[in-house]
């Protein structure tokens, strides 16, 4: 059986009496590693506990762009402090832009996503960044153009761009920025060829893959929670894109995610 890494979950969000049933199934389907993902300050201290509890688990440090706050230095210097402390902290995120639900000004956005930058580069770790405005893939353009003058600004490419949906062009300009591409359930979805088009002309070296989950659930399951045993099918909507086989998949993106993380 191949093994997979899911590079972007959210384990503390599943009931506390579904956890562990979730993630048997995870290692049942050949999921041999999972990065857990915080979104703020709160999360990243429910994230910590399983990462103790198991040891294909971790985690990272950061606030998603719907959490931020007005104490951007105190917030910043939290997750600087769990990043540099805990050593299963292995990325800095999800932080990032999110206009879809614009709960702050974008320029309040931009300065938590440069904070987040800046402890990613002071730390040495990468980064995991969340980008939308749209509802749907492809309708992402404003958010996209301006975390891409953020990293070109800050020199800073070693990021994934968690649940990408930005377009032909938006993924060029990333990829040559050094950034991987992480692809979800989305690209299973019956409307999104141009996000298949995307990852079938994308080098696999240059992505890995995750299930967002709980969220995000893969079209095969549609009705269900997501949860991690989920990633192969989103490894298998890549497969079929490139023609390739499954186990090449699983195989090039466990090591991409394996060197992009340190795990």
Not at 180 to 188: A, C, V
Not at 194 to 201: G, N
């Amino acid at each position: 059986m191949p093994s997979f890494i899911d590079t972007h979950a959210h384990l503390h969000m599943i009931p506390d009496d579904k956890r562990a049933e979730v993630i048997e199934r995870a290692k049942q389907a050949g999921v041999k590693k999972i990065v857990n993902v915080a979104c703020n300050v709160e999360e990243i201290g429910q994230c910590l506990p399983l990462t103790d509890e198991y040891d294909f688990i971790w985690t990272t440090a950061g606030i998603h762009p719907t959490d931020l706050s007005d104490d951007l230095i105190g917030d910043l210097e939290k997750v600087y402090k769990y990043a540099k402390t805990e050593e299963k902290v292995v990325g800095i995120g999800e932080m990032g832009l999110d206009y879809y639900h614009d709960k702050f000004d974008h320029d309040t956005q931009i300065n938590y996503l440069v904070g987040h930058i800046n402890i990613a580069k002071e730390l040495d770790l990468p980064a995991v960044i969340h980008t939308r405005a749209g509802k749907n893939a492809g309708d992402n353009a404003e958010a996209f153009g301006d975390l891409i003058k953020v990293l070109k600004k800050e020199n800073f490419g070693r990021a994934v761009s968690h649940c990408f949906s930005g377009n032909k062009e938006e993924a060029k300009a990333l990829l040559d920025l050094g950034a991987l591409l992480s692809f979800t359930g989305i690209i299973t979805y019956p409307n999104n060829e141009e996000l298949r088009e995307i990852a079938k002309e994308t080098p696999l070296e240059k992505i890995v893959i995750e299930t967002d989950s709980p969220f995000l659930t893969p079209q095969g399951q549609r009705g269900k929670k997501n949860e991690p045993a989920f990633v192969t099918e989103v490894a298998q909507a890549i497969a079929d894109a490139k023609g390739i086989s499954i186990d090449e998949v699983a195989e090039v993106t466990t090591k991409n995610a394996e060197l992009f993380f340190g795990i």
